[in-house]
Protein backbone atom coordinates (compact mmCIF):
# COMPACT_ATOMS: atom_id res chain seq x y z
CA UNK A 1 0.00 0.00 0.00
CA UNK A 2 1.40 3.19 -1.33
CA UNK A 3 -0.23 6.78 -0.34
CA UNK A 4 1.15 10.39 -0.13
CA UNK A 5 -0.43 13.57 0.52
CA UNK A 6 1.17 15.86 -2.33
CA UNK A 7 4.79 16.29 -1.18
CA UNK A 8 4.61 16.56 2.09
CA UNK A 9 3.86 13.17 3.69
CA UNK A 10 4.29 9.25 2.24
CA UNK A 11 3.48 6.10 3.26
CA UNK A 12 4.59 3.11 2.60
CA UNK A 13 3.16 -0.46 4.23
CA UNK A 14 4.05 -4.02 3.44
CA UNK A 15 2.99 -6.93 5.02
CA UNK A 16 5.63 -9.41 4.32
CA UNK A 17 9.39 -8.56 3.89
CA UNK A 18 11.63 -10.19 2.17
CA UNK A 19 14.89 -11.25 3.24
CA UNK A 20 16.60 -14.66 2.04
CA UNK A 21 15.84 -17.80 2.57
CA UNK A 22 17.19 -19.27 5.65
CA UNK A 23 20.83 -21.35 5.05
CA UNK A 24 22.39 -24.20 7.45
CA UNK A 25 24.45 -21.05 8.68
CA UNK A 26 21.53 -19.96 10.12
CA UNK A 27 21.14 -22.72 12.19
CA UNK A 28 24.76 -22.93 13.26
CA UNK A 29 25.08 -23.61 17.47
CA UNK A 30 29.00 -21.82 17.90
CA UNK A 31 27.01 -18.45 18.47
CA UNK A 32 25.75 -20.41 21.91
CA UNK A 33 28.60 -22.21 22.85
CA UNK A 34 31.83 -19.69 23.07
CA UNK A 35 33.21 -18.80 26.21
CA UNK A 36 31.23 -15.91 27.52
CA UNK A 37 34.58 -14.07 27.48
CA UNK A 38 34.63 -14.37 24.06
CA UNK A 39 33.25 -11.16 21.59
CA UNK A 40 32.59 -11.54 18.19
CA UNK A 41 32.32 -8.12 16.30
CA UNK A 42 30.67 -6.07 18.91
CA UNK A 43 28.76 -8.63 20.24
CA UNK A 44 29.37 -11.06 23.32
CA UNK A 45 28.61 -14.37 22.33
CA UNK A 46 26.71 -15.22 25.23
CA UNK A 47 24.11 -12.10 24.49
CA UNK A 48 22.83 -13.74 20.44
CA UNK A 49 19.41 -13.48 20.62
CA UNK A 50 17.21 -17.02 20.03
CA UNK A 51 17.03 -15.43 16.44
CA UNK A 52 20.06 -15.97 15.22
CA UNK A 53 21.38 -14.31 11.18
CA UNK A 54 18.64 -13.35 9.39
CA UNK A 55 15.22 -15.19 9.94
CA UNK A 56 15.94 -18.27 11.60
CA UNK A 57 15.47 -19.36 15.62
CA UNK A 58 17.83 -21.72 17.51
CA UNK A 59 13.90 -24.03 17.27
CA UNK A 60 13.45 -25.09 13.82
CA UNK A 61 9.69 -25.58 14.63
CA UNK A 62 9.33 -21.50 14.99
CA UNK A 63 9.91 -20.90 11.75
CA UNK A 64 8.33 -18.34 9.68
CA UNK A 65 6.31 -20.04 6.94
CA UNK A 66 7.20 -18.03 4.18
CA UNK A 67 10.76 -19.49 4.38
CA UNK A 68 10.02 -23.05 4.90
CA UNK A 69 8.05 -24.65 1.48
CA UNK A 70 9.83 -24.86 -1.94
CA UNK A 71 7.02 -21.95 -3.01
CA UNK A 72 6.53 -19.06 -1.41
CA UNK A 73 3.81 -16.20 -1.84
CA UNK A 74 3.51 -12.74 0.01
CA UNK A 75 -0.02 -13.70 1.14
CA UNK A 76 0.25 -15.08 4.36
CA UNK A 77 -2.63 -16.72 5.51
CA UNK A 78 -1.71 -17.56 9.16
CA UNK A 79 -1.44 -14.53 12.03
CA UNK A 80 1.26 -16.46 13.75
CA UNK A 81 3.36 -15.71 10.53
CA UNK A 82 2.80 -11.95 10.29
CA UNK A 83 5.42 -9.60 10.86
CA UNK A 84 4.39 -6.46 12.20
CA UNK A 85 6.70 -4.07 12.11
CA UNK A 86 5.51 -1.48 9.56
CA UNK A 87 4.68 0.63 8.06
CA UNK A 88 8.32 0.33 6.16
CA UNK A 89 7.94 3.34 4.33
CA UNK A 90 6.74 6.30 6.38
CA UNK A 91 7.98 10.01 5.44
CA UNK A 92 6.83 13.75 6.90
CA UNK A 93 9.20 16.18 4.48
CA UNK A 94 8.78 20.31 4.77
CA UNK A 95 11.07 22.10 2.70
CA UNK A 96 11.26 25.31 0.28
CA UNK A 97 13.43 26.14 -2.75
CA UNK A 98 16.91 25.65 -1.47
CA UNK A 99 16.43 23.75 1.86
CA UNK A 100 14.42 19.94 3.24
CA UNK A 101 14.08 18.54 6.32
CA UNK A 102 12.26 15.66 6.86
CA UNK A 103 11.83 12.68 9.68
CA UNK A 104 11.57 9.47 7.73
CA UNK A 105 11.86 5.39 7.79
CA UNK A 106 12.89 4.51 4.19
CA UNK A 107 15.73 3.40 2.54
CA UNK A 108 18.93 5.06 2.29
CA UNK A 109 21.46 5.13 -0.11
CA UNK A 110 24.26 7.72 -0.69
CA UNK A 111 26.28 6.82 -4.32
CA UNK A 112 25.85 5.66 -8.07
CA UNK A 113 27.23 2.04 -7.23
CA UNK A 114 25.38 -0.70 -8.34
CA UNK A 115 27.37 -3.39 -6.42
CA UNK A 116 26.85 -1.54 -3.18
CA UNK A 117 27.49 1.87 -1.55
CA UNK A 118 29.98 2.15 1.34
CA UNK A 119 28.32 4.89 3.95
CA UNK A 120 24.44 4.04 3.23
CA UNK A 121 23.03 1.17 0.84
CA UNK A 122 19.59 0.76 -0.15
CA UNK A 123 20.02 -3.34 0.67
CA UNK A 124 18.53 -2.53 3.61
CA UNK A 125 14.91 -2.77 4.31
CA UNK A 126 14.49 0.56 5.98
CA UNK A 127 16.08 3.15 8.75
CA UNK A 128 14.59 5.21 10.77
CA UNK A 129 16.46 8.84 10.14
CA UNK A 130 16.41 12.67 10.43
CA UNK A 131 17.69 14.36 7.35
CA UNK A 132 18.35 17.83 6.80
CA UNK A 133 19.64 19.22 3.15
CA UNK A 134 20.37 22.05 1.74
CA UNK A 135 21.42 22.70 -1.99
CA UNK A 136 22.29 25.00 -5.19
CA UNK A 137 22.74 24.21 -8.83
CA UNK A 138 26.29 23.43 -7.61
CA UNK A 139 26.73 22.76 -4.12
CA UNK A 140 24.76 20.28 -1.95
CA UNK A 141 25.27 19.82 1.88
CA UNK A 142 23.08 17.20 3.48
CA UNK A 143 22.98 16.08 7.57
CA UNK A 144 21.55 12.75 8.69
CA UNK A 145 21.26 11.23 11.74
CA UNK A 146 20.01 7.24 12.02
CA UNK A 147 18.46 5.96 15.05
CA UNK A 148 19.38 2.61 15.50
CA UNK A 149 18.04 -0.63 17.68
CA UNK A 150 21.10 -0.71 20.17
CA UNK A 151 23.09 -4.37 20.51
CA UNK A 152 21.03 -6.93 21.45
CA UNK A 153 21.57 -8.19 25.32
CA UNK A 154 18.93 -10.55 26.27
CA UNK A 155 18.79 -14.39 25.05
CA UNK A 156 14.94 -14.90 26.20
CA UNK A 157 12.02 -13.47 26.92
CA UNK A 158 8.90 -12.51 25.09
CA UNK A 159 8.14 -9.50 22.20
CA UNK A 160 8.10 -6.91 26.02
CA UNK A 161 11.41 -6.67 26.55
CA UNK A 162 12.55 -3.27 25.24
CA UNK A 163 16.61 -3.08 24.64
CA UNK A 164 18.30 -0.40 26.44
CA UNK A 165 20.88 2.32 25.35
CA UNK A 166 21.41 4.71 22.67
CA UNK A 167 22.81 3.88 19.05
CA UNK A 168 22.87 6.47 16.74
CA UNK A 169 24.76 7.10 13.43
CA UNK A 170 25.40 10.91 12.08
CA UNK A 171 26.81 11.72 9.07
CA UNK A 172 27.49 14.50 6.64
CA UNK A 173 28.00 14.87 3.06
CA UNK A 174 29.43 17.29 0.38
CA UNK A 175 28.44 17.69 -2.95
CA UNK A 176 30.81 19.72 -5.23
CA UNK A 177 29.63 20.06 -9.42
CA UNK A 178 33.26 20.86 -10.40
CA UNK A 179 31.74 21.09 -14.02
CA UNK A 180 28.66 19.86 -15.74
CA UNK A 181 30.56 16.64 -16.22
CA UNK A 182 31.97 15.96 -13.03
CA UNK A 183 30.63 15.90 -9.49
CA UNK A 184 32.97 15.36 -6.12
CA UNK A 185 31.43 13.78 -3.24
CA UNK A 186 32.73 13.94 0.61
CA UNK A 187 30.98 11.38 2.89
CA UNK A 188 32.01 11.42 6.66
CA UNK A 189 30.44 9.34 9.08
CA UNK A 190 29.89 8.76 13.12
CA UNK A 191 28.52 5.62 14.76
CA UNK A 192 27.92 6.58 18.97
CA UNK A 193 27.06 3.53 21.13
CA UNK A 194 26.73 3.84 24.73
CA UNK A 195 24.67 1.32 26.97
CA UNK A 196 24.01 3.43 29.21
CA UNK A 197 21.87 5.65 27.52
CA UNK A 198 23.23 9.05 27.72
CA UNK A 199 23.83 11.59 24.61
CA UNK A 200 26.21 14.96 24.74
CA UNK A 201 24.37 17.12 22.56
CA UNK A 202 27.21 18.47 21.88
CA UNK A 203 28.14 15.77 19.66
CA UNK A 204 24.72 16.49 17.44
CA UNK A 205 26.72 19.57 15.53
CA UNK A 206 26.26 18.67 12.39
CA UNK A 207 29.05 20.78 11.03
CA UNK A 208 31.42 19.22 13.55
CA UNK A 209 34.65 16.80 12.55
CA UNK A 210 33.53 13.51 13.71
CA UNK A 211 37.27 11.73 13.23
CA UNK A 212 37.96 14.51 15.94
CA UNK A 213 35.78 12.20 18.12
CA UNK A 214 38.02 9.62 19.51
CA UNK A 215 37.23 7.49 22.86
CA UNK A 216 36.66 4.35 21.34
CA UNK A 217 34.37 3.00 23.46
CA UNK A 218 31.82 5.21 22.16
CA UNK A 219 32.58 6.50 18.68
CA UNK A 220 33.76 4.72 15.41
CA UNK A 221 34.31 7.23 12.48
CA UNK A 222 33.97 6.58 8.66
CA UNK A 223 34.51 8.42 5.71
CA UNK A 224 34.35 8.22 1.74
CA UNK A 225 34.94 9.76 -1.28
CA UNK A 226 33.55 9.51 -5.00
CA UNK A 227 33.74 10.56 -8.27
CA UNK A 228 31.92 11.38 -11.44
CA UNK A 229 32.43 11.53 -14.46
CA UNK A 230 30.32 12.33 -17.24
CA UNK A 231 33.51 11.76 -20.41
CA UNK A 232 31.32 11.19 -23.26
CA UNK A 233 28.06 11.59 -24.81
CA UNK A 234 26.35 8.36 -22.97
CA UNK A 235 29.21 7.23 -21.22
CA UNK A 236 30.03 7.58 -17.47
CA UNK A 237 32.60 6.72 -14.93
CA UNK A 238 32.35 6.38 -11.32
CA UNK A 239 34.70 5.63 -8.76
CA UNK A 240 34.25 5.05 -4.35
CA UNK A 241 36.84 5.32 -1.98
CA UNK A 242 35.63 4.12 1.44
CA UNK A 243 38.42 4.80 4.47
CA UNK A 244 37.36 3.06 7.47
CA UNK A 245 40.66 2.54 9.57
CA UNK A 246 44.04 3.25 8.68
CA UNK A 247 47.09 3.60 10.88
CA UNK A 248 49.21 6.90 11.00
CA UNK A 249 53.16 6.37 11.10
CA UNK A 250 53.03 7.78 15.16
CA UNK A 251 50.38 4.89 15.96
CA UNK A 252 51.59 1.86 14.48
CA UNK A 253 53.43 0.66 17.39
CA UNK A 254 50.59 1.48 19.73
CA UNK A 255 47.70 -0.04 17.17
CA UNK A 256 47.07 -3.58 16.81
CA UNK A 257 43.76 -2.84 14.59
CA UNK A 258 44.43 -3.66 11.18
CA UNK A 259 43.94 -1.28 8.44
CA UNK A 260 40.11 -1.43 7.11
CA UNK A 261 38.83 0.46 3.25
CA UNK A 262 36.87 -0.56 0.31
CA UNK A 263 36.61 0.79 -3.29
CA UNK A 264 34.26 0.68 -5.91
CA UNK A 265 34.13 1.43 -9.68
CA UNK A 266 32.42 1.42 -12.30
CA UNK A 267 31.19 1.97 -15.98
CA UNK A 268 27.47 2.75 -17.46
CA UNK A 269 26.47 3.21 -21.10
CA UNK A 270 23.36 3.95 -22.35
CA UNK A 271 22.21 4.40 -25.93
CA UNK A 272 19.16 4.00 -28.57
CA UNK A 273 18.78 1.11 -30.00
CA UNK A 274 15.75 0.59 -32.91
CA UNK A 275 13.24 2.45 -30.59
CA UNK A 276 14.59 0.78 -27.90
CA UNK A 277 16.81 1.98 -24.93
CA UNK A 278 19.80 -0.04 -24.31
CA UNK A 279 21.75 0.17 -20.83
CA UNK A 280 24.50 -1.36 -19.65
CA UNK A 281 26.89 -1.34 -16.34
CA UNK A 282 29.88 -2.81 -15.37
CA UNK A 283 31.52 -2.71 -11.88
CA UNK A 284 34.02 -4.14 -9.49
CA UNK A 285 34.28 -3.61 -5.54
CA UNK A 286 37.38 -4.46 -3.44
CA UNK A 287 37.38 -4.73 0.45
CA UNK A 288 39.49 -5.38 2.95
CA UNK A 289 38.57 -8.00 5.56
CA UNK A 290 38.14 -5.66 8.49
CA UNK A 291 35.53 -3.36 7.04
CA UNK A 292 33.06 -2.06 9.26
CA UNK A 293 34.36 -4.24 12.38
CA UNK A 294 35.98 -3.34 15.50
CA UNK A 295 36.24 -4.67 19.21
CA UNK A 296 33.76 -2.07 20.01
CA UNK A 297 31.55 0.15 18.70
CA UNK A 298 31.39 -0.95 14.67
CA UNK A 299 28.85 -0.56 11.88
CA UNK A 300 27.27 -4.05 11.83
CA UNK A 301 23.67 -3.20 12.99
CA UNK A 302 20.72 -5.06 14.36
CA UNK A 303 17.58 -4.05 13.54
CA UNK A 304 14.52 -6.07 16.28
CA UNK A 305 11.76 -7.57 14.62
CA UNK A 306 8.65 -8.58 15.80
CA UNK A 307 6.56 -11.74 15.21
CA UNK A 308 2.12 -11.54 15.46
CA UNK A 309 1.95 -14.57 17.91
CA UNK A 310 1.93 -15.24 21.64
CA UNK A 311 4.36 -18.11 21.69
CA UNK A 312 8.31 -17.10 23.75
CA UNK A 313 10.70 -15.89 21.51
CA UNK A 314 8.35 -13.50 19.41
CA UNK A 315 11.04 -11.21 18.54
CA UNK A 316 14.43 -11.41 16.34
CA UNK A 317 17.10 -9.55 15.04
CA UNK A 318 18.12 -9.16 11.55
CA UNK A 319 21.99 -8.54 11.19
CA UNK A 320 23.38 -6.40 8.27
CA UNK A 321 25.76 -4.05 7.27
CA UNK A 322 25.04 -0.59 7.29
CA UNK A 323 26.77 -0.13 3.62
CA UNK A 324 28.34 -2.38 1.18
CA UNK A 325 26.21 -5.83 1.43
CA UNK A 326 29.03 -7.66 0.90
CA UNK A 327 31.18 -6.17 4.04
CA UNK A 328 35.09 -7.22 4.16
CA UNK A 329 37.44 -9.29 2.34
CA UNK A 330 35.68 -9.63 -0.62
CA UNK A 331 36.04 -9.05 -4.33
CA UNK A 332 32.84 -9.00 -6.39
CA UNK A 333 32.13 -8.00 -10.08
CA UNK A 334 28.65 -7.03 -11.47
CA UNK A 335 27.79 -6.84 -15.06
CA UNK A 336 23.99 -5.31 -15.73
CA UNK A 337 22.10 -5.50 -18.91
CA UNK A 338 18.71 -3.88 -19.65
CA UNK A 339 16.13 -3.18 -22.59
CA UNK A 340 13.53 -0.81 -22.63
CA UNK A 341 10.81 -0.55 -25.39
CA UNK A 342 7.33 0.53 -24.73
CA UNK A 343 5.76 -1.27 -22.13
CA UNK A 344 7.84 -4.09 -21.71
CA UNK A 345 11.56 -4.34 -20.59
CA UNK A 346 14.28 -7.15 -20.66
CA UNK A 347 17.23 -7.64 -17.92
CA UNK A 348 20.24 -9.87 -18.28
CA UNK A 349 22.77 -9.48 -15.34
CA UNK A 350 25.55 -11.46 -13.81
CA UNK A 351 27.46 -11.28 -10.30
CA UNK A 352 30.64 -12.85 -9.35
CA UNK A 353 31.30 -12.75 -5.49
CA UNK A 354 34.99 -13.85 -4.18
CA UNK A 355 35.01 -14.01 -0.22
CA UNK A 356 37.61 -14.77 2.26
CA UNK A 357 36.95 -16.43 5.86
CA UNK A 358 36.12 -12.85 7.06
CA UNK A 359 32.11 -12.16 8.02
CA UNK A 360 29.93 -9.79 10.29
CA UNK A 361 30.18 -12.85 12.96
CA UNK A 362 33.86 -13.58 12.63
CA UNK A 363 36.27 -13.25 15.37
CA UNK A 364 39.18 -11.04 13.81
CA UNK A 365 41.61 -12.75 15.45
CA UNK A 366 40.96 -15.58 14.20
CA UNK A 367 41.68 -15.13 11.05
CA UNK A 368 44.59 -12.98 9.00
CA UNK A 369 42.32 -9.62 9.10
CA UNK A 370 45.44 -7.58 7.40
CA UNK A 371 45.25 -9.43 4.23
CA UNK A 372 42.47 -9.46 1.55
CA UNK A 373 41.60 -13.31 0.66
CA UNK A 374 44.26 -14.41 3.12
CA UNK A 375 43.20 -17.55 4.70
CA UNK A 376 43.27 -20.93 3.15
CA UNK A 377 39.53 -21.41 2.06
CA UNK A 378 38.05 -18.80 -0.26
CA UNK A 379 34.09 -19.37 -1.35
CA UNK A 380 32.92 -17.91 -5.14
CA UNK A 381 29.74 -17.22 -5.82
CA UNK A 382 28.34 -16.93 -9.55
CA UNK A 383 24.67 -15.81 -10.03
CA UNK A 384 22.76 -15.12 -13.92
CA UNK A 385 19.24 -13.79 -13.37
CA UNK A 386 17.12 -13.15 -16.45
CA UNK A 387 14.09 -10.72 -15.98
CA UNK A 388 11.59 -9.57 -17.92
CA UNK A 389 8.33 -7.22 -17.38
CA UNK A 390 5.01 -5.76 -18.88
CA UNK A 391 2.98 -2.85 -18.08
CA UNK A 392 -0.54 -2.95 -19.04
CA UNK A 393 -1.31 1.08 -18.39
CA UNK A 394 -4.48 1.13 -18.95
CA UNK A 395 -5.23 -1.35 -16.52
CA UNK A 396 -2.53 0.09 -14.00
CA UNK A 397 -1.20 -3.49 -13.92
CA UNK A 398 2.78 -4.96 -14.44
CA UNK A 399 3.39 -7.87 -14.53
CA UNK A 400 7.19 -9.44 -13.94
CA UNK A 401 8.56 -13.12 -14.46
CA UNK A 402 12.27 -13.71 -13.29
CA UNK A 403 14.67 -16.81 -13.44
CA UNK A 404 18.05 -16.76 -11.41
CA UNK A 405 20.85 -19.13 -11.62
CA UNK A 406 23.04 -19.54 -8.76
CA UNK A 407 26.46 -21.57 -8.68
CA UNK A 408 29.28 -21.91 -5.33
CA UNK A 409 31.90 -23.59 -4.88
CA UNK A 410 34.94 -23.70 -2.33
CA UNK A 411 38.30 -23.06 -3.55
CA UNK A 412 41.18 -24.67 -1.10
CA UNK A 413 44.32 -22.49 -1.40
CA UNK A 414 46.85 -25.15 -0.26
CA UNK A 415 45.29 -28.04 -2.39
CA UNK A 416 44.97 -25.67 -5.11
CA UNK A 417 41.96 -27.47 -5.35
CA UNK A 418 38.08 -26.61 -6.09
CA UNK A 419 35.20 -28.06 -3.86
CA UNK A 420 32.31 -29.86 -6.29
CA UNK A 421 29.70 -26.76 -7.47
CA UNK A 422 26.39 -26.76 -5.90
CA UNK A 423 23.87 -25.60 -7.99
CA UNK A 424 20.36 -23.70 -7.46
CA UNK A 425 17.50 -21.92 -9.49
CA UNK A 426 15.14 -19.67 -8.54
CA UNK A 427 11.96 -18.36 -10.40
CA UNK A 428 9.92 -15.53 -9.40
CA UNK A 429 6.64 -14.24 -10.49
CA UNK A 430 4.73 -11.19 -9.89
CA UNK A 431 2.02 -8.52 -10.00
CA UNK A 432 1.62 -5.21 -9.50
CA UNK A 433 -1.42 -2.94 -9.18
CA UNK A 434 -1.07 0.87 -8.86
CA UNK A 435 -4.09 2.89 -8.54
Known amino acids: LDMAMKNYFYLYIDGQFGYGLATSKDLQSTFYTVDSSTTIGSYNATDFPSFVGTITPNQASNGLVQYKPVFASNLILSPNDWEYNWPKRAVFSVGGDSWNLNVSRDRLSWGNSHIGNFIFDNHLDYLDYLRFDTFSPKFKFESLFVFLTPYPNQTTGSSEQIDTGVRIFMAHRFEFVIFN ?9 LM ?38 SFAPRWKAYLQFCMDQ ?26 TVGKGTYTTNLEGAVTSPALYRRDKVDFVIAQRHIRFTTIDKAFYYVYDYLGFPYGGDAVVLQWENSFKRDSWQLEANFVSVLHGDTSMFTDLT ?70
Open 192 to 229: YYNKNGSLNLAYLNPSSLYHNLSDRNLFNAIASLELDY
Open 246 to 271: AKSTNEEENNAEPNAMGISGGLSFVN
Open 181 to 189: ALKLSLDEG
Open 366 to 435: TVNASTLLGNNTLYWTNVGTLKGSYEWENLHLTGTCEMDVIGKTDYDKSNRSFDSWSWDTQFVFGVKYVL
